[in-house]
Structures are given as C-alpha cells and as structure tokens.
Nanobody
Framework: QVQLVESGGGLAQAGGSLRLSCTAS????????MAWFRQAPGKDREFVAA????????HYADFVKGRFTISREDAKNTVNLQMNSLKPEDTALYYC????????????????WGRGIQVTVSS
C-alpha cells in the first residue's frame, strides 16, 4: 500500500524558514515525479512545486519562485521543500503528492497524496 507522510511543518515568523519532508513507502519512489501542493482555509488546493524523477528538473508556482526549493533524495524515498522568506500568505495545509509523469499542476493528475501538514506564518 502506497503511503506518503509529511513532516516538518509548524509555526514560523514572517521572513523565517521551514523545511518540509515527505517520505514514501510501498511505492517505487524513484519512478514518480513528486510535488507539493497547499490549501488555505476557504481556498482551492494549489500547486507549489514539483521535481522530476528522470532528470531532477524542478517546477515552481510563480508565488514561490526564489523562495522555495524542492529536492529529492531517492535513496531515502524522500522529497523536501525548503521554504525561505516565508510570508503570512504562505499559511496553509501543505500536501505531498506523486504522479507517474508531471504533465501539469492539476491536483486530479496526482495520486497518491499525503494527509497534509500545517504551516503557519505569523506577521
């Protein structure tokens, strides 16, 4: 059974940093493109970043470019999201997700999903 588990969330001040990790089990991690999404209360789930398994290429939403970095450690079945220069509007539940081939940022193109982890940024 495929399982994705997020860790590393919590509370940060504006301008601060947090590092999220997502560890996969029950799946050949190295053959999946991995992504992070987020969902704030009352808003739709939105794409944050993705990283390809084949060439390590990364894709970012415009609102995190230059601030967030996605990386993967295939030997540890882990994908990380380093979040710097955090803003209060980054407050959301962050989800890890997988897809066989990254074709776009639509949430329905991704499965499985983690359960999410809360990130709160205070002003």
């Amino acid at each position: 059974q495929v399982q994705l588990v997020e860790s590393g969330g919590g509370l940060a001040q504006a301008g601060g940093s947090l590092r999220l990790s997502c560890t996969a089990s029950g799946v050949t991690f190295g053959r999946y493109d991995m992504a992070w999404f987020r969902q704030a209360p009352g808003k739709d789930r939105e794409f944050v970043a993705a990283v390809s398994w084949s060439d390590g290429n990364a894709h970012y939403a415009d609102f995190v470019k230059g601030r967030f970095t996605i990386s993967r450690e295939d030997a540890k079945n882990t994908v990380n999201l380093q979040m710097n220069s955090l803003k209060p509007e980054d407050t959301a539940l962050y989800y890890c997700a997988a897809t066989r081939v990254f074709l776009g940022t639509t949430p329905s193109d991704f499965a499985p999903w983690g359960r999410g982890i809360q990130v709160t940024v205070s002003s």
